[in-house]
């Protein structure tokens, strides 16, 4: 089914996410939803054909949105391994603040989606292999002996990271994950 992108799909796209990322994905319902776009449950049905449908939409277009934000974070700051490292790291730092009061919406999702069946199972994985990928690059680009273990490691950093600040567990997680990520590319 293609999605005909119409200012009412548009208008539920966004309700959805505010609410899936403020509340939980199975707390709220279409009916919610709905109510919050201006819509009616039809509509919102004949534009997306389910509310699993909704969830892949609302965590691609997160994705989309990190993916561009950290694209120009990583842009901007060269092409030296090190200082891409660093950008990427704050990056997550300057997005946790804006965008992620909650924390990762993907790690968030993967908690209620646990299913490798839900089609939304395979946005959330593919986001955070993509972020791996993007961290053996940079690995790679460091010259390290081993960069997959190295990206693997780099990724554990981060996650750990991110999960910390969303929780506010303590304060500085993303600095003190830098300071480590930096002696593992050597």
């Excluded at 309700?15 to 009916?31: K, N």
């Excluded at 791996?132 to 190295?150: C, I, K």
């Amino acid at each position: 089914m293609t999605i005909d992108w119409t200012p009412k799909a548009q208008a539920v796209l966004i309700a959805a996410s505010e609410l899936f990322y403020e509340r939980g994905i199975h707390a709220v319902g279409v009916d919610v939803i709905a109510a919050k776009a201006g819509v009616t449950k039809k509509t919102l049905y004949d534009r997306f054909g389910s509310k699993d449908r909704l969830v892949v939409e609302y965590l691609s277009a997160r994705d989309a949105r990190w993916r561009g934000f950290l694209g120009e974070w990583l842009e901007k700051a060269g092409t030296d391994p090190r200082d891409r490292l660093t950008a990427a790291f704050d990056a997550s730092e300057a997005w946790a603040k804006k965008y992620g009061g909650k924390g990762c919406s993907m790690i968030n999702a993967h908690a209620e989606i646990s299913d490798p069946a839900h089609p939304a199972y395979a946005v959330v994985t593919e986001s955070k292999k993509w972020m791996l990928g993007v961290f053996v690059e940079l690995a790679e680009s460091a010259g390290v002996s081993d960069p997959h273990r190295t990206g693997e490691q780099l990724m554990l950093l981060h996650e750990g990271a991110v999960v910390m600040s969303g929780m506010r567990v303590a304060k500085g997680v993303f600095k003190r994950a830098t300071e480590t990520a930096v002696v593992l590319l050597g």
